[in-house]
């Protein structure tokens, strides 16, 4: 699968980023909601700030004291001054009665905007994290929307543990670029404001100071980001190569225990693991240092704010006051947080952004192409089905001499007629039912369907005529009622139970503890090879289509099961139009026409009679059965 799609430069991840937020626009008013609480929080922060200042310096000085005289200040400074006045003298008068009283204002003032502040916060985490749960959920549901119309080809290539790595971890880490973004970047730079504006107000001087150290704390966390960018693509590669080894040994399980090689897997996925655990220490490591800097920064800039604020008060420079510089400590506390929650937002964005290269590499890749605008509804197949001078080759659009799988095959299947198709390992019978299917389409020659060429036909009447039982039978982790069921939803427990009889499973099921509702289990795993093959052909018959594949549906099975099977089978291809293909010649000696194939040509053709009468390749296959 494409690692490059989008590569691994810093202007693609604005893109990036707009494309995920494009998925947000359906919540509009969540949007608005966050945004709101933001701007709630935002303002709260600096009320913390400024009571302090207004408690010191005018209401627990004394009156008279040089430091409070009115007539000396101006701006700001002066309009505290004549409100904290007003205060004592509306509250409790003058003394020390009206200073309680303001200060019992002050301390319900700083509760109130806490409590304020508190639920602003809430509002924004809530519904920011609300909104990137709604948009993990939409990118999920349209990554399987992209990858059921994906060409089979992509199947045969693609690792299922990095497809399944893909939906699972990376379309979650997603999550944290909506969540930053709503959570963080629009809130913080609000808070930010307030506290720099109220930090100007106090004292422009200090504030100028120790904004000069911002370049110190923002340059080394930018450049940083790309290395963690860097890391978290590699990172996620690592884990998408762990779920793949973890995916291998389960589905073969029953291999592994028969060769006894779970040791060997465990090893074997320990290195991998290892892999994985080195470049996520080295992915923390990086963005441990971001966290490191702005400490020794933050630290070095309030070492110098007490030091040098405190000479000021002391020389009663600047017109800098107890209260004024314990307000700007505040305020310098709360400028250091939000900067300290954008930097560590910056590297999330980065994590988030690899993993949604990775995602949108999904999601951009081609889909098999739609129907043309004249193509033709087909109904149930009454004339035939013919392969003409059909050739066919995997890979032709990346290998000039890719090795053709068949090589001008031209046969007919007439409706209501069974058709066979018998060879060795490799020689294109499951290649025919793929294009028949139109999985792949043919490099030379075409196919028609009561004379309709098969890339002309609407693609759903297609599939709607047809029905496979498969040499691996696959049924999903539901109910048996429900996968006799599926393709035709809604059908009754009577239409169930009567394609059940009819595949000869019905007295099976009935003996199950729950019947028609049992569950199947993983991949089929509490029923029998002879149960589920016959589930799957059940489920064909509920389908009632006039196309049947049958591929090597019998091939797995023991004797007394074949039997069973090729019972239901017969029932299943009565009046209908079928291609089977064959191991066991045992199962095609009654078909209307056997075809022999080898290296993608059709080398003998007639009725079991007639090729077994003679010298050649069918008679040699049906000698070594």
Same mark, same amino acid.
């Given at each position: 699968?494409?690692?490059?799609?989008?590569?691994?430069?810093?202007? /693609?991840?604005?893109?990036?980023?707009?494309?995920?937020?494009?998925?947000?626009?359906?919540?509009?008013?969540?949007?608005?909601?966050?945004?709101?609480?933001?701007?709630?929080?935002?303002?709260?922060?600096?009320?913390?700030?400024?009571?302090?200042?207004?408690?010191?310096?005018?209401?627990?000085?004394?009156?008279?004291?040089?430091?409070?005289?009115?007539?000396?200040?101006?701006?700001?400074?002066?309009?505290?001054?004549?409100t904290s006045r007003d205060l004592v003298t509306t509250f409790g008068g003058e003394g020390v009665d009206g200073r309680i009283a303001v200060m019992w204002l002050m301390v319900v003032g700083i509760v109130g905007s806490s409590l304020l502040q508190a639920l602003a916060r809430f509002a924004n985490e809530y519904y920011a994290k609300w909104l990137a749960t709604m948009v993990v959920r939409d990118l999920r549901v349209e990554m399987l929307a992209r990858i059921v119309r994906l060409p089979m080809s992509w199947f045969t290539k693609s690792r299922m543990g990095d497809v399944l790595s893909r939906f699972s971890n990376d379309v979650q880490t997603t999550y944290l670029t909506v969540n930053i973004f709503v959570s963080e970047i629009l809130l913080q730079p609000f808070i930010l404001l307030g506290t720099v504006t109220f930090a100007l107000l106090l004292s422009w001087q200090l504030a100028l100071c120790a904004l000069v150290s911002f370049p110190f704390i923002v340059l080394p966390v930018a450049l940083l980001g790309r290395a963690?960018?860097?890391?978290?693509?590699?990172?996620?590669?690592?884990?998408?190569?762990?779920?793949?080894?973890?995916?291998?040994?389960?589905?073969?399980?029953?291999?592994?225990?028969?060769?006894?090689?779970?040791?060997?897997?465990?090893?074997?996925?320990?290195?991998?693991?290892?892999?994985?655990?080195?470049?996520?220490?080295?992915?923390?490591?990086?963005?441990?240092?971001?966290?490191?800097?702005?400490?020794?920064?933050?630290?070095?800039?309030?070492?110098?704010?007490?030091?040098?604020?405190?000479? +000021?008060?002391?020389?009663?420079?600047?017109?800098?006051?107890?209260?004024?510089?314990?307000?700007?400590?505040?305020?310098?506390?709360?400028?250091?947080?939000?900067?300290?929650?954008?930097?560590?937002?910056?590297?999330?964005?980065?994590?988030?952004?690899?993993?949604?290269?990775?995602?949108?590499?999904?999601? /951009?890749?081609?889909?098999?192409?739609?129907?043309?605008?004249?193509?033709?509804?087909?109904?149930?197949?009454?004339?035939?089905?013919?392969?003409?001078?059909?050739?066919?080759?995997?890979?032709?659009?990346?290998?000039?001499?890719?090795?053709?799988?068949?090589?001008?095959?031209?046969?007919?299947?007439?409706?209501?007629?069974?058709?066979?198709?018998?060879?060795?390992?490799?020689?294109?019978?499951?290649?025919?039912?793929?294009?028949?299917?139109?999985?792949?389409?043919?490099?030379?020659?075409?196919?028609?369907?009561?004379?309709?060429?098969?890339?002309?036909?609407?693609?759903?009447?297609?599939?709607?005529?047809?029905?496979?039982?498969?040499?691996?039978?696959?049924?999903?982790?539901?109910?048996?009622?429900?996968?006799?069921?599926?393709?035709?939803?809604?059908?009754?427990?009577?239409?169930?139970?009567?394609?059940?009889?009819?595949?000869?499973?019905?007295?099976?099921?009935?003996?199950?503890?729950?019947?028609?509702?049992?569950?199947?289990?993983?991949?089929?795993?509490?029923?029998?090879?002879?149960?589920?093959?016959?589930?799957?052909?059940?489920?064909?018959?509920?389908?009632?289509?006039?196309?049947?594949?049958?591929?090597?549906?019998?091939?797995?099975?023991?004797?007394?099961?074949?039997?069973?099977?090729?019972?239901? +089978?017969?029932?299943?291809?009565?009046?209908?139009?079928?291609?089977?293909?064959?191991?066991?010649?045992?199962?095609?000696?009654?078909?209307?026409?056997?075809?022999?194939?080898?290296?993608?040509?059709?080398?003998?053709?007639?009725?079991?009679?007639?090729?077994?009468?003679?010298?050649?390749?069918?008679?040699?296959?049906?000698?070594?059965?």
């Amino acid at each position: 699968m494409a690692s490059d799609t989008h590569p691994n430069l810093p202007h /693609d991840r604005w893109p990036l980023t707009r494309r995920l937020l494009r998925r947000a626009k359906p919540y509009r008013g969540v949007i608005a909601i966050a945004l709101l609480a933001s701007l709630i929080a935002g303002l709260m922060q600096g009320v913390p700030i400024v009571l302090p200042k207004l408690f010191i310096d005018h209401v627990l000085r004394p009156p008279g004291d040089p430091a409070a005289d009115q007539d000396a200040l101006d701006g700001f400074d002066a309009w505290i001054v004549e409100t904290s006045r007003d205060l004592v003298t509306t509250f409790g008068g003058e003394g020390v009665d009206g200073r309680i009283a303001v200060m019992w204002l002050m301390v319900v003032g700083i509760v109130g905007s806490s409590l304020l502040q508190a639920l602003a916060r809430f509002a924004n985490e809530y519904y920011a994290k609300w909104l990137a749960t709604m948009v993990v959920r939409d990118l999920r549901v349209e990554m399987l929307a992209r990858i059921v119309r994906l060409p089979m080809s992509w199947f045969t290539k693609s690792r299922m543990g990095d497809v399944l790595s893909r939906f699972s971890n990376d379309v979650q880490t997603t999550y944290l670029t909506v969540n930053i973004f709503v959570s963080e970047i629009l809130l913080q730079p609000f808070i930010l404001l307030g506290t720099v504006t109220f930090a100007l107000l106090l004292s422009w001087q200090l504030a100028l100071c120790a904004l000069v150290s911002f370049p110190f704390i923002v340059l080394p966390v930018a450049l940083l980001g790309r290395a963690v960018n860097k890391r978290s693509k590699k990172t996620l590669v690592s884990l998408s190569e762990a779920m793949e080894s973890l995916n291998q040994v389960i589905s073969g399980m029953r291999v592994v225990r028969a060769y006894q090689m779970e040791e060997r897997e465990v090893l074997e996925f320990g290195e991998v693991t290892k892999r994985w655990a080195r470049r996520q220490a080295s992915l923390v490591k990086v963005k441990a240092q971001g966290k490191a800097i702005m400490d020794i920064v933050y630290g070095i800039v309030l070492a110098g704010v007490l030091g040098g604020g405190s000479y +000021l008060v002391v020389n009663g420079q600047w017109g800098l006051t107890a209260g004024k510089l314990l307000g700007f400590v505040i305020a310098l506390a709360s400028m250091y947080r939000p900067i300290r929650r954008l930097s560590e937002a910056y590297n999330k964005w980065q994590l988030s952004t690899a993993a949604a290269s990775r995602v949108f590499e999904i999601l /951009d890749l081609p889909v098999d192409t739609s129907d043309p605008p004249d193509a033709q509804a087909i109904g149930p197949i009454t004339k035939s089905i013919r392969f003409e001078d059909v050739g066919f080759a995997y890979d032709t659009d990346e290998s000039d001499d890719a090795h053709p799988v068949l090589r001008g095959l031209s046969f007919e299947i007439p409706a209501g007629h069974t058709v066979a198709l018998v060879g060795r390992s490799g020689s294109g019978k499951s290649t025919v039912a793929d294009l028949l299917f139109r999985f792949y389409e043919p490099t030379s020659g075409r196919i028609t369907v009561d004379g309709v060429p098969l890339a002309q036909i609407a693609r759903d009447s297609l599939l709607a005529q047809v029905a496979v039982v498969s040499q691996h039978p696959f049924l999903f982790n539901a109910s048996i009622k429900d996968n006799i069921a599926y393709g035709r939803r809604g059908a009754t427990d009577a239409v169930v139970e009567s394609a059940a009889r009819a595949a000869h499973v019905h007295d099976d099921i009935t003996r199950l503890p729950e019947g028609y509702a049992t569950l199947v289990g993983e991949r089929g795993a509490r029923l029998s090879g002879g149960q589920l093959q016959r589930i799957t052909i059940a489920r064909a018959i509920l389908k009632n289509a006039s196309l049947l594949l049958l591929d090597e549906a019998t091939s797995s099975l023991d004797t007394r099961s074949e039997r069973v099977v090729q019972t239901a +089978l017969d029932r299943l291809l009565e009046s209908r139009t079928a291609l089977v293909i064959a191991h066991r010649l045992s199962t095609i000696v009654d078909a209307d026409h056997i075809l022999v194939m080898e290296e993608g040509r059709i080398v003998q053709q007639g009725t079991h009679d007639e090729l077994v009468a003679v010298e050649g390749a069918y008679r040699r296959l049906f000698e070594q059965r």
